[in-house]
């Protein structure tokens, strides 16, 4: 495996800072021979919604790790070059200030709650890191109102759906007023319906709240319609990186494990046929389909 | 064949997790247990090779009343693959953790050694066949659990949610594993809230809520019913929802292939535009 030297800092004059900047970033996982990331080259702006895909083991769950410090504070490793997120080198920042900026949510909320209730559970990490008493509670309505589970409050985490357990897990990240959220994967143990409602908070914490997002998803029909990006990984390199849109367009992402969501899907059959519809523009959603279609039938 | 006359299972906890489940599988059917979760389906799962027996009524595996059979004689006519594969992984290589239940088996060393290998390889595992199954991502994990129950081939293979954590290129080659399975009369059992995939499959759908089987029929039929659907927490698949959304094309709507659905929208619109070629 090529090393990646670590480059001297290069500063670029281009309009405002990128909340996530990364240079030649390689790492591999102590014992393990095969780099996890391979050179790897990111920068992600305030209020970027990128979406991360490709096959498992791909990377995505190791850059993620990248983001909040995880790695190479907590997971060791072979590390080569610079991960700067919010200003802050990842080697050089102590990982609960990291984890202020850039909050992470998992696969599985059972391993992020485990309080009482959903309040403690919530307040927990403010209480850590010695947050007054007022702002607490002034938090927890926030983060309460703006995730719609009210109420929730007093219940205990144990009794609650897939669905509502992964929502109190972003509001116990969300509570630190991170400037960027993390989550990997973070529907995949729940059911369509409750999946639905977890990205639509999602978006609308993106919009309303100009969240940066970075998720690691494999449902892409429902968050393509609103991310800014997607980004396809392989085997620790980045292959794709643009506006879902253009990506669909150019790439096969099937190779790389990533379906496309069907209505993109029908369209390119219909692009194939060179008939009577025609797609100028990859559908991401069905109500861009259908207004397409009605264009066309006048 | 699989029958539940009367099921009834409570939790020790007193949840009462099936209620009332009477069912018959044939032998070679593939079967989709869908519903939200709670909904009971890894609880029934669990009913199959007497993990869990009832509180109430019977399962029968092949004539054998499971409350009479011990979970080792179930075992080699039904293998269940869990949600979360890591519980069954205790060996210290991949390789010994699918060897592990054939020795057990009585299998000689060199079909033990055959059979770990073409399952590894199968299931694209075999360059992982010394590391610990403990280092494995998610979807591998995942797909070491299937390797070991694939390996000593029953015949009924029964997975719990095989494609949550899977990449699109797994899922299509667990579709492949499923299909080619049937070919050898394998009665497949999967649970799942993965609708696209089921709806690739095509199975028998069973739909459970609250313990209940609340619909049984074809997916052909159950993906069209989105009341019956939601009531699950589930969304139907995306094609059933696009040709919906363009009824005003007279469209019937349908679980079909997207190239199909692709023709019939072509078609639609040639016969609304007669002047466009």
Known sequence: ?298 | MIRFEEVEFVYPSGVKALDGINLEIRDGEIVALMGENGAGKTTLLKHLNGLLKPSKGRVLVDGLDTRETTVAQLARKVGLVFQNAEDMFFSNSVWEEVAFALRNFGYDEHVVRRRVDWALKFMELDRYADNSPFLLSGGEKKRLALAIVLAWSPKVIALDEPTTGQDQLQKEKLMEMIKLLREQGKTIIISSHDVEFVAQLKPRIILMKNGRVIADGKAEEIFLDEELLRACNLLPPQIVSLVKHLDFLGLEPALKHPKEVAVEILEAVKARNPHTI
């Open chain 1, 1 to 298: 495996m090529r090393r990646t030297p670590q480059r001297a800092s290069r500063r670029k004059d281009c309009g405002a800072n990128p909340i996530v900047k990364i240079e030649n970033l390689s790492f591999r996982y102590f014992g393990s021979e095969e780099y996890a990331l391979k050179d790897v080259n990111l920068e992600i702006r305030r209020g970027d919604f990128v979406v991360l895909a490709g096959r498992s083991g791909c990377g995505k769950t190791t850059l993620l790790r990248c983001l909040n410090g995880l790695i190479p504070n907590f997971y060791e490793g072979d590390f080569f070059g610079r991960v700067i997120v919010d200003g802050m080198d990842t080697r050089k920042t102590p990982t609960h200030l990291l984890s202020q900026v850039a909050g992470m949510v998992f696969q599985n909320p059972d391993n992020q709650l485990f309080a009482l209730n959903v309040e403690a559970d919530i307040a927990f990490p403010l209480e850590n890191l010695g947050v007054p008493r007022e702002i607490i509670l002034e938090r927890i309505e926030w983060v309460l109102k703006l995730l719609k589970i009210e109420d929730l409050r007093n219940r205990s985490p144990f009794e609650l759906s897939g669905g509502q357990k992964q929502k109190v897990a972003i509001a116990s990240i969300l509570v630190m007023k991170p400037k960027i959220l993390l989550l990997d994967e973070p529907t995949s143990s729940l059911d369509p319906l409750s999946a639905k409602g977890l990205i639509e908070s999602i978006i609308e914490l993106n919009r309303r709240e100009n969240l940066t997002i970075i998720i690691s998803e494999h449902r892409l029909e429902l968050l393509l319609p609103y991310a800014s990006r997607l980004i396809v990984m392989d085997q620790g390199r980045i292959i794709y990186d643009g506006h879902p849109r253009n990506v669909l367009e150019k790439a096969d992402l099937m190779a790389y494990g990533v379906a496309a969501p069907r209505v993109a899907e029908v369209a390119r059959y219909i692009n194939a046929y060179n008939g009577c519809l025609k797609f100028e523009r990859i559908p991401l959603s069905i109500s861009e389909f259908v207004e397409r279609v009605r264009e066309v039938i006048g």
